[in-house]
């Protein structure tokens, strides 16, 4: 049995000529997977019965299987899915006005041990290859009614710069025509800053969006809320997205978890003032933290997280907060998975 997903709209019809089917055939195929997130080849309903019963034979479309759906009161859905190793991975939809969208994992697991964050408290497993991370999108669409999948972020667990060349291939196949047709400016990887991989984003022709999960603007509170830090230094990180910007003339989103009693005073919005202040095209996506048992953090007050967003305001930076959503099920990244596997 071969994954259907490996095959190009070509090689599809390669194998339907050899079989004496005509080549069109392969379009519907291509169309009832990714344009209608049909999963089942016996729902394919404008093919032969015959022709479906030798796909069946000789194709998978997903080897991913649904574990969980749970659906927060905002709207917000979470998946949990288990792989065919049986390791677990997440997603989410999040629905909003004018907008579906998916946010999807590119790593079993995460080595980069975040301490906010729920995904790195097993440690590292394995990557996703291209094919799992777009099964997740057949599966979401699949067991979601409400609507197309229109953007599509990289913020469930993994760090997707550390699984490249998989996570392109995947954006690649979400872009490409014959299959989603999402649009590249719909595409956002987040990444806590792995430097090498940002150089090499921005030596591709995608215009994707690039976020940087930075929160923090002081050398020392990074290194000890986001280890990598250590690796790749903040300020050599702040030099590469200036760099960045500048060859590809595209924002980046600076995404800013704001924790009590860490990283959310007055003088820490100040700072991110000033190391912001050289950067053309730069926006900010604050986050009030979601509190994670594990973890012992929780978000500042509303006054607090007011006046940080004010201090970036006044001084001219594009600053969105982001609503906590989906708190009642476990969405934020790898809280599900870590109830799970216990
Ligand atoms: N490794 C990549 C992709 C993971 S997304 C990266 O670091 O960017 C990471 C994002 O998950 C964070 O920027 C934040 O938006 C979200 N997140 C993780 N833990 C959270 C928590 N406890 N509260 C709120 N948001 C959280």
């Known amino acids: 049995m071969r994954d259907i997903k490996e095959l190009s709209l070509l090689e599809l019809e390669c194998f339907l000529t050899d079989l004496n089917q005509p080549k069109y055939h392969a379009r519907q195929i291509f169309s ?13 309903s404008d093919l032969p019965v015959a022709l479906r019963q030798r796909l069946k034979e000789s194709f998978f479309i997903t080897s991913i299987k649904l574990e969980k759906q749970q659906s927060a009161k905002d709207g917000t859905e979470k998946f949990l899915f288990k792989l065919s190793d049986n390791n677990f991975i997440e997603a989410v939809i999040i629905p909003a ?3 579906v969208t998916a946010c999807i994992s590119s790593q079993v697991g995460c080595k980069f041990a975040c301490t906010f964050c729920a995904s790195g408290i097993k440690g590292f497993k394995r990557n996703l290859t291209h094919l799992e991370i777009i099964e997740q999108l057949l599966l979401l669409k699949n067991k979601f009614s409400g609507g197309a999948i229109t953007h599509i972020v990289f913020m469930g667990t993994g760090e997707p710069l550390d699984n490249y060349d998989f996570v392109l291939k995947a ?63 903040l300020k050599e990180l702040m030099r590469i997205c200036k760099e960045y910007i500048r060859a590809t003339r595209r924002q980046i989103t600076f995404e800013y978890i704001l924790i009590a009693g860490l990283n959310s005073s007055l003088q820490d919005a100040q700072k991110l003032v000033r190391i912001l202040s050289g950067l053309r095209l730069v926006k900010v996506n604050l986050i009030p933290a979601n509190p994670v048992k594990e973890l012992n953090i929780a978000p500042p007050g509303k006054l607090e997280i007011l006046l940080f967003q004010d201090t970036l305001k006044k001084a001219g930076i594009p600053v969105t907060l982001r609503r906590q959503r989906g708190q009642d099920i476990d969405a934020s990244c790898g809280q599900l998975r870590l109830k799970y596997e216990k």
Not at 33 to 44: A, H, S, V
Not at 179 to 191: D, H, K, L, N, Y
Not at 216 to 229: F, G, K, L, N, T
């Open 32 to 44: 009832w997977i990714y344009k209608k997130f049909i999963i089942d080849f016996d729902l394919m």
């Open 171 to 233: 954006i690649r196949l979400i872009n490409s025509k014959d299959c989603f047709g999402i649009g590249a400016r719909r595409i956002t990887i987040s990444t806590c800053g792995i430097i090498p991989g940002i150089k090499r984003l921005e030596e591709e022709d995608l215009q994707i969006e690039l976020s940087i999960s930075l929160h923090s603007a002081d050398e020392d509170i990074r290194e000890q809320i986001v280890p990598v830090d250590r690796k790749y230094p």
């Open 97 to 99: 006005k004018g907008r």
